[in-house]
């Protein structure tokens, strides 16, 4: 791949990523009610939105356990019970961009960490909880904006006991072209996400590439590129917002 086409290649990913995303952020708004903790917590909400719910108490008692086991342990080191009943701040699904960390050998055989962004992968949370900041909260053990690192980690346990506790969910995402699965992310715990991924396929040019492009723009931060060529399998719904863009 040469500078042209890697260019022309990052113009299309950032348009068609912009457009999956916001295609999904369309139908996760006509599902919100789907996604709010009440349908599964009921009267062990806080507040106003509280509702009568069945086996709620099933899922209190699984959903305390869970938290209190990950909260416990590194790099949270949380302490304090989750009790009844439970302060929720957002109801609304929303999505936070896929990075991960990859280290490159560069010409002085020295290791360079860069941090990959996905275009067509999301993790699943709650409005006002974002990832980024989550992560800054765990490494830098201060909370962002008044809401406090064990609130950050009670919304995503419960972004995903939602998605567990709803199957027609999962099989109404797969059936719009979007993966759903359950992920561990590098520096925070056993903590389950959810990650949504479209079906396209993504892909990193050679090391060599990344290493040039970071020597002159000055940043660690790379993005994989979509395969355009993988739409072809695909539902015409892709197929079509693909070739819009070409």
């Known amino acids: 791949m040469n500078t042209a086409e890697l260019i022309a290649s990052r113009r299309t990913t950032r348009k068609l990523s912009g457009l ?5 952020e369309v139908y996760l708004s006509c ?25 709620d108490d099933l899922a209190f008692n699984l959903i305390q356990e869970r938290y209190m ?4 342990e590194e790099p949270f ?11 929720v701040y957002s109801h609304t699904p929303s999505l936070y961009k896929f990075s991960y960390e990859r280290a490159i050998e560069d010409d002085n055989a020295e290791l360079q960490s860069f941090e990959i962004l996905s275009p067509n992968r999301w993790i699943l949370g709650y409005s006002g909880f974002d990832l980024r900041d989550f992560k800054d909260q765990v490494q830098q053990r201060k909370a962002i904006e008044g ?13 995903h006991q939602v998605m567990e506790s709803n199957p027609k969910l999962k099989m109404l995402l797969n059936d719009l072209n979007m993966r759903v699965e359950e992920v561990r992310l590098a520096g925070l715990g ?10 396209v396929d993504s892909f990193l040019p050679e090391d060599d590439i990344i290493l040039e492009v970071s020597s002159v ?15 072809k399998d695909q539902p015409s719904t892709l197929r079509v917002l693909v070739e819009s863009l070409s």
């Open 20 to 24: 999956l995303q916001q295609r999904l």
């Open 31 to 55: 599902l919100t009610g789907s996604f709010s903790p009440v349908s599964i917590l009921g009267k062990y909400i806080n507040g106003q939105g509280k509702a009568t719910v069945a086996n």
């Open 217 to 231: 723009s000055g940043t660690h931060q790379f993005e994989e590129l979509i395969d355009t060529g993988s739409v």
């Open 77 to 87: 080191n949380l302490k304090k019970p989750l009790s009844a009943p439970v302060d």
């Open 147 to 159: 809401n406090r690192l064990e609130d950050y980690l009670l919304h995503y346990v419960l972004m």
């Open 69 to 72: 086991a990950i909260a416990s």
């Open 190 to 199: 056993s903590l389950p996400f959810v990650m949504l991924t479209a079906e």
